[in-house]
């Protein structure tokens, strides 16, 4: 599922915090600081969507994240790929790969790296 960029403001804030109160979330954005009923607006539509919950102590709400941030870069990543690069992962980093001036060195850590995590499954 899609998010908008507040949306995404939100959910950043609150994987770097783990948990929060509304005036938790807002008091970490920077300036100009969105108003604190934007932000509350904002952590119910993402409750809607199942990205975020709450517990209730008293009449304050602490909010927690449902979704990882691990588990939204990837399907994140997976849309991107299956949008604009015929569902092709060398495609892909082909395309990342030039856009960012990768060396041949980069690459060849890059497939290093790959090759250390494959073999630890």
């Known amino acids: 599922m899609q998010l908008t960029k507040a949306e995404e403001q939100v959910m950043q ?3 770097e915090m783990g ?6 979330i807002r008091d ?3 300036e100009p600081k969105p108003v604190r009923n934007t932000v509350s607006t904002v952590l119910r539509i993402l409750e809607k969507k199942e990205f975020v919950s709450h517990r209730t102590y008293g ?3 602490v909010y927690y994240p449902l979704v990882s941030k691990e588990e939204y870069s990837k399907t994140q990543l997976f849309g991107l790929m299956k949008s604009y690069f015929n ?3 060398p495609a892909m980093a082909s395309f990342f790969a030039r856009e960012n001036d990768l060396t ?3 690459l060849e850590q890059l497939m290093e790296e790959t090759r250390q995590e494959l ?3």
């Open 13 to 15: 804030l609150l994987w």
């Open 19 to 24: 948990e929060g109160l509304v005036k938790d």
């Open 28 to 30: 970490r954005f920077d």
């Open 59 to 61: 009449n304050v709400h």
């Open 87 to 89: 569902n092709s992962f």
């Open 104 to 106: 041949i060195q980069d």
């Open 119 to 121: 073999s630890k499954d």
